[in-house]
């Protein structure tokens, strides 16, 4: 053997001997359990102690050249939460084992990661925000409308930033509210880190109903002094609206009351927000807006009757006994009118009188206007026996009398009265009826008056009061004669 081939020989020993001392030195491969459970027992997997309850090998390759194993793999645990996660895990071969030298969250594959629970997350919420902690009482339901992981492979932090929506009815009102919170997990389950809330506020989830509005009105009109029994026969809600998303209603209220034979109805309308989590009615938001009047019946009888004995005592006219004799109504025109009869006896005459009344709706009354009241005429009749030649001394209360005259023209009436001590020129009173028209002057002759008549026929009536003295008779056949009254 030449010297050029010991040395060949020599270097394939060589190396076959390296050869042999490597893979003595190299460890064995990693079965799937070893590999699963260092992920477990590793700083990088779930906090705790979790239970896999099973592991899926996506995909693995080992570089042996670099001595690694890399592996895809799926991990699913219940307890402390349940998850289904998977994990790139990177395993470097040492003297005699495989050490995970890297843990990575894969970006194909399954990532879900039970997050706290509904319970957790009411009992967060009736904790950390304002108004559930002023109303404990409400009800209110969590929602996450979107959740971020969060992954830190160095230390194995798990978390998760949560958009929730919190809704809480409460009286009128429904409470929302948005939340960003975040969450760590740890061996007891998830902790709160932070909660911020991010918009709140209320929208109505009802309208107010009726007697709200009703309520409204009464409120206005005892602020307004006005009195409380005239607005309270009934009250109603006839027209109303409402927009719940802007926390706003509206109605109109009617109240009405029934006063002689009327239906008086005044119409408010009343605005209502919400505020907070009941409606009220802001300062101005009940206005009155109008006034309506329905005629159910006519005016009663005493209407009329006073509207005459009203026009009767300013115009010195006397009378025993009135009534209404004729009656006509208008009720959709809310008018009305009747005749109205007056009658008196002296010792010498019955004298009846009628009157026209009209009568119309004035606010919340049947009431006579200042022209509503006429005088149609009057009648006379003579009593028998009346006007006998009878001559008085005395005081009286008053004097009175009338004649009927086929034709008036030329004639005279004269009243004696001492009136002296007095100007009496206004304590009579003159009427006549017919064609006939008086002109009264001073006697020329001595005291009292002269009435001068004209006119083709009718009556003329006459009435004096607290005169001195007085005479009366009747002169039938001349009437040129003067003529004393009582």
Known sequence: MNHRVTHLLTALLAALAAALLLAA????????????????????????????????????????KK??????????????????????????ATDDSWRLTSVERAEDGPWTLEGPSRRALQF??????DFLQEHPDADVTVKTTSETDGFGPEDGTYTKALTLSLTAPYDAAV???TVKAAYTLTEDGWELDRWRTTDSGFTASEAPDDSFFINAVYDLIIDQGLYYYRYFDSASVTGRGEDLEAGAAWAEVSVSQESGGLLLTDIYRVNAVLSGTAWT????????LRSTTVAAAGPEDWVFTDAVYDYAYEHNIFYDDLAVTDYGEDL???????????????????????????????????????????????DLTWKDGAFPAVCTDTWGAGVQGGITLESA????????????????TGAYQA?????????????????????TLDGASGDFFLSFYDVYLVWYYRGIDDVTDYLFLS
């Open 175 to 177: 409470y929302n509210a």
């Open 409 to 424: 023209s030329g004639t005279e009436i004269r009243v004696n009265a001492d009136l002296s001590y007095a100007d009496y």
């Open 431 to 451: 009427r006549t009826s017919g064609t006939v028209t008086a002109t009264l002057t001073r006697d020329p002759d001595g005291y009292g008056y002269v009435f």
């Open 124 to 129: 967060a919420a009736r904790e950390r925000d």
């Open 25 to 64: 030195c190299s460890p064995k491969p990693l079965e799937e359990r070893d590999l699963v459970s260092k992920l477990r027992r590793g700083d990088a997997f779930l906090p705790g102690e979790p239970k896999i309850e099973s592991y899926e090998i996506l995909s693995r390759s080992t570089d042996k």
């Open 281 to 288: 009615v802001p300062e101005g938001g009940a206005e009155f």
């Open 332 to 378: 959709d025109a809310c008018a009305a009118w009747a005749e109205v009869t007056v009658s008196r006896e002296s010792g010498v005459v019955r004298e009846v009188t009628v009157f026209r009344v009209d009568a119309v709706v004035e606010g919340s009354y049947w009431t006579v206007p200042e022209d509503g009241v006429k005088d149609l005429g009057f």
């Open 67 to 92: 001595g690694t194993d890399t592996l895809t793999v799926t991990v699913r645990t219940e307890d402390p939460v349940e998850t289904e996660l998977t994990y790139v895990l990177v395993y470097t």
